[in-house]
């Protein structure tokens, strides 16, 4: 029941070669392609409370410290690995599809994907268990310590390079005196944006200074916010670990009952923390494959004037300046989708731009789009949210363009949850959440059919082609058919049995002025809502009538919400043993309903007897 497991062989992955050769280092002048003005962040100092001498003082702090502070994060984000090498990421979105390369000595995503796929995992569940609690834990946890040796420095630097790009934007006539550093030429983006700005200032071109500057207060907070998703994917996985091991009754009731054989990339996704550790390592690599592109200069992102100067497309920027926060080849994809919004919701859209987390975020979901073709139908979406939500918050905004239409085990095809016949089928879903997320679940369950057809299948092409499909597909396909209808708040229910798994669909709906977390099966016959977490589990939980795999008894249950390219743990409930009736939780600091942490005791009982576990 995990996309993984039918895919990856951990011992030989497939890398794929997406690099550029950077732009030689001995071009003469930098200019501006176009004298914008970016949207300063909100977190940003005022500009007028900065003069001139204190803004030459920032910039002489700035200009020295740039490449130590940037080589420190490289070492954290991609170790060892040369960015204009071959890519830790897939690139593939139709098709067949190509992994990453493992590396040990590489940034989060290579080293933790090499580990966790590698050769050192238990053969049965107990060891596998001691693995996770030890070797895994510990590789977390320094990664976590890593991060924290270059976090700080980051945001230092990220916070004043914004105050110095709002302090350029407030000139109206050159300053006297202002510094020339003498910058040279460096190896990464940012080194880049302050060379321009440097060469600039020497010219007292006040244009390019505004553009340069406003280029290097973007790229700086790109790195920063690459190490707050560290922080938080490894803090993240660490909670996941922490209920994992509340759970140390199943592994070892679970020891025995693999006659065929244990394997752990597939098997341990019917544990705790498996569903994380196999689909969310995705996130991981998207931290390590956007690092890549900051720490070389792309060719494609410049324009070179007949002088022979180089100048950064402009791609929007003249029209709408928050633009700048993205990445330069992903803007015109920005300004596009942007467009698809109304007024309220596009000054949403520019402020997560440059938001923590959702920054980094947006960068993927429009690499996605991007790449694979997808921004006509993304902005349909958009424009089914609008009208649904015409003064979104930013946490609904992001959610509903999420890429991974629905479970963790999707988006093998990165446009799978745009399918025409699932944007069809959306179009016509109306009314309240609740009624739209009945209708998703009715579609899926009137597509499968009944259990003759229940087996594996990849995407949801496969799915619609062969009326065939399992729980994670079930799942991928109600939360693609959920968002394709601009409806946001969509998360995955995962059973954890030990010989057995089971993913639902479950979203955040609105009931007599309360907030509740709905549960749908896209495997059951069609039914009102009545599941809800977590209380749906308090008593356990009987399996799909009909289903035809291990029916062991569920030991507890997981629930997860979008992360930065895959899902991301978020509470889990103890259903059976010595933790039963616990609920543990973590905060996903882009969530804000979600900022609960701690472990409380949620029901008191009776709970269902021991498990047996028999597999039967």
């Not at 020295?64 to 990421?89: E, F, I, K």
């Not at 596009?336 to 980094?360: C, K, M």
């Not at 009538?545 to 409930?573: H, I, M, N, Q």
Request: net charge neutral.
């Amino acid at each position: 029941m995990t996309w993984l497991g039918n895919h990856l062989n951990a011992a030989a992955v497939v890398c794929l070669f997406l690099a550029t050769q950077a732009i030689g280092e001995t071009q003469p002048a930098f200019a501006a392609s176009a004298p914008a003005a970016a949207v300063a962040p909100t977190a940003a100092p005022s500009a007028q409370a900065m003069t001139p001498e204190q803004a030459a003082a920032l910039w002489r702090d700035i200009a020295p410290n740039l490449n130590p502070v940037m080589m420190a994060s490289r070492q954290v984000l991609l170790g060892n690995r040369d960015p204009n090498g071959p890519t830790c990421a897939w690139i593939k979105w139709q098709g067949d599809t190509a992994f990453l390369m493992g590396d040990r000595t590489g940034g989060p995503g290579t080293r933790l994907a090499s580990l966790y796929f590698g050769p050192e995992r238990g053969k049965t569940p107990k060891p596998d268990f001691v693995w996770h609690q030890t070797l895994f834990r510990h590789a977390l946890e320094s990664l976590a310590a890593k991060n924290q040796t270059a976090l700080p420095n980051a945001l230092r630097l990220a916070e004043q390079t914004e105050q110095l790009a709002a302090a350029i934007r407030g000139w109206t006539e050159w300053p006297r005196d202002f510094p020339v550093m003498g910058l040279s030429a460096q190896t990464h983006w940012a080194g880049w944006c302050a060379r321009g700005l440097d060469d600039a200032i020497g010219r007292k071109d006040l244009a390019a200074c505004r553009r340069w500057a406003d280029e290097l207060a973007a790229a700086t907070f790109a790195v920063a916010d690459l190490h707050r998703w560290t922080d938080f994917l490894a803090k993240n996985h660490l909670a996941a670990l922490a209920f994992q091991a509340r759970c140390q009754e199943l592994f070892e009731i679970s020891d025995n009952q693999y006659p065929e054989g244990y394997n752990p990339n597939r098997n341990i996704t019917a544990f705790p923390d498996g569903r994380l550790g196999t689909g969310g390592m995705f996130n991981y690599i998207e931290v390590e494959r956007q690092a890549e592109w900051l720490f070389r200069v792309p060719r494609e992102y410049f324009a070179l004037k007949v002088d022979g100067t180089p100048v950064v497309k402009d791609d929007g920027l003249a029209s709408v300046p928050a633009a700048v926060w993205m990445p330069p080849r992903l803007r015109a994809t920005y300004v596009a989708l942007r467009g698809y919004l109304s007024p309220a919701n596009q000054a949403v859209w520019d402020e997560a731009a440059h938001s923590p987390f959702d920054r980094t975020y947006l960068a993927n979901m429009l690499y996605r789009a991007w790449q694979a073709d997808l921004a006509p139908q993304v902005g349909v979406v958009l424009q089914r949210f609008d009208k649904a939500r015409p003064q979104a918050t930013r946490p609904a905004l992001m959610g509903v363009i999420f890429y991974r239409g629905g479970d963790a085990g999707g988006a093998a095809e990165w446009g799978d949850r745009y399918l025409p016949q699932l944007m069809n089928a959306s179009a016509d879903f109306s009314g309240s959440n609740s009624q739209v997320l009945l209708a998703a679940q009715r579609f899926t369950r009137a597509l499968f059919g009944g259990w003759q057809n229940y087996d594996t299948v990849v995407t949801l092409r496969e799915a619609l082609s062969t009326r065939k499909m399992d729980c994670i597909r079930a799942t991928d396909m109600i939360g693609s058919l959920y968002r394709d209808a601009g409806r946001t708040g969509f998360f995955i229910v995962r059973w954890c049995a030990g010989v057995g798994g089971h993913s639902v669909a479950a979203a955040e709906v609105q009931e007599n002025g309360q907030r509740k977390l709905y549960i749908v099966d896209g495997l059951e016959d069609p039914e009102n809502l009545g599941d809800e977490w977590p209380n749906a589990y308090f008593r356990g939980h009987a399996w799909p009538a009909g289903f035809v795999g291990p029916k062991a008894d569920v030991y507890a249950t997981e629930l997860y919400v979008r992360g930065l390219d895959s899902y991301v743990w978020v509470e889990g409930y103890v259903i059976r043993g010595p933790q039963a009736g616990n609920l543990a939780r973590t905060a996903i600091p882009y969530l804000p309903r979600r900022c609960q942490e701690g472990v409380t005791k949620v029901f008191q009982g009776p709970y269902p007897g021991a498990p047996a576990n028999t597999g039967g």
